[in-house]
């Protein structure tokens, strides 16, 4: 099948490239950014995603791919039917402007075409949005059918989501057979799709449910873990081990313990933005979400947690300390540190007056760290070298094995955050080593002093711009 992929983001990109080197269809790659267009064409990608540019090589080679900006997209070119995917929100906040801007050109061009097409609309869309936005830009036109098809990849395993996720949501009024049978072509890579029809407004629905829960489970295991810090020989990670066992759990298969591993907190273009989005739709029908409310909440006092340990650490001195991040991007196995963790703790590390060092086996460190004075380096040996504190802020498998023997030797002074709760108390003996929701064993004369900050005002300005629940 030959068809368009409006959007090269992750999610236009991933999509596109499994559709094409898996499901051999001819992908027509559409955006606004020519230089995407033109690095893609060359065998490039604008973002590291795991394994994505072998399919971008396959692709290329098997001539399976077409490249075309807004403005050259024609009825040549178009296709079957097109998946827009295209970026959802500004600065943090949702925003439908491109989604619009592309039904408006799309439906104008099928109109001057006289020619029948399928949108399918894959860009995650608060509830209310096919009701209220999107059917009234496409009702009068006869040649335009749409469809929501949400997506629930994930950045880091894209393609093995892809591959392996069987579940095709498609939120449609009504669906002819002929574009059923579109859509069952589409994912004709898939071993057993499960196609669900429902409501264009369920659909959406599902989307925000579902990352509202997986977000909403980060935000509880961070909350058990932050307790668990103050409490002498408790150790979240453990207790998690002892809940899989739990016969609710056990029977049910279900591995979403891993998300309640106390950490940093999460980071990305995606959680935080649909959970506050979801909590604006209730606020718009007069609905009050407490729950929903305090996720993103939760979220900033987690990453919170890591800067007054760090404190702690120092006795409130944290000016000229040499503090290494180990991760930028938001996950492993992805370059994208839109709203990373990793990002956020160096720029607070800065405001106080330390040296920053980042380190990130696919990440390059954003223009506004290293124009701060932040360095990036690529040796993780290097990167650890004459530090006083390593901080683990996501979980490359490279990192995982760490050993204590290395950072006694290369650190300064041997104090060790592990924001993923995943390394063993066991493992590290002879440095300070402090794990997310485990007790921290701090000496006492250390958890009773006073802590001074440095720069007592960026430290609170980093506590108002990430307002969090005061009981
Ligand atoms: N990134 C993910 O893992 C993921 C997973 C599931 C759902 N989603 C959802 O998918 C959507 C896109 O996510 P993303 O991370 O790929 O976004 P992104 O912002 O990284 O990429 C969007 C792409 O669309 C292009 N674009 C924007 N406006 C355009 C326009 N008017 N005309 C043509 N091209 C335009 C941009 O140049 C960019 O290449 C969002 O709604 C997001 O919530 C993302």
Known sequence: MKISVIGSGPLGLSNGLVFSAIGKHHVNFVDHD??????????????????????????LKKKRLNFNTMANLDAKNIGQLSLVCVGTSKEGVTDLGSLKEVLQI????????????????????PPLSYEKVIFPLIKNNPYLKLILNPEFMREGQA??????????????????????????????????????VVHPTQAELIKYMSNSFFAALISLGNDWGRIAEHLPNTDVSQILNFFKNDPRIKENHCDFLNYLRPGVGFGGSCLAKDVQSFVNVGTGLGIVSPMLSSIVSSNNLATRNI??????????????????????????QTSDTRSAVGVKLALEYLNIGAHVVCHDFKATMPAELSARGAKQVKNLSEAIKGTHLCILVNNGPQYLKLSEQKLLKLMKNHNFIDGRGLLSNKKFKKIKYFKTGSFFKLTPKTIKSKVKFSNKKSHENFLSENEYLVQ
């Not at 065998?43 to 590291?48: D, K, Q, R, S, V």
């Not at 799309?106 to 869309?125: A, C, D, G, N, Q």
């Not at 989501?161 to 890579?189: E, M």
Request: glycine share 4%.
């Open 307 to 332: 800067i007054d340990l760090s404190y702690k650490i120092f006795n409130g001195n944290l000016a000229k300390k040499k503090i290494c991040i180990l991760g930028l991007s938001f996950k492993p």
């Open 159 to 196: 393609i093995s989501d892809l591959i392996n996720d069987q579940r095709v949501l498609i939120g449609a009024n009504k669906i002819s057979k002929f574009n059923h049978k579109l859509i069952t072509r589409l994912y004709s890579h898939l071993k057993s799709p499960k196609i669900s």
């Open 34 to 59: 020519d230089n995407v267009l033109r690095a893609l064409k060359k065998g490039n990608l604008p973002f590291y995603e795991k394994g994505l540019h072998l399919l971008l090589k396959k692709s």
């Open 106 to 125: 799309i439906s104008r061009r099928l109109e001057l075409w006289e020619r029948p097409h399928l949108v399918i609309i894959k860009s995650t869309l």
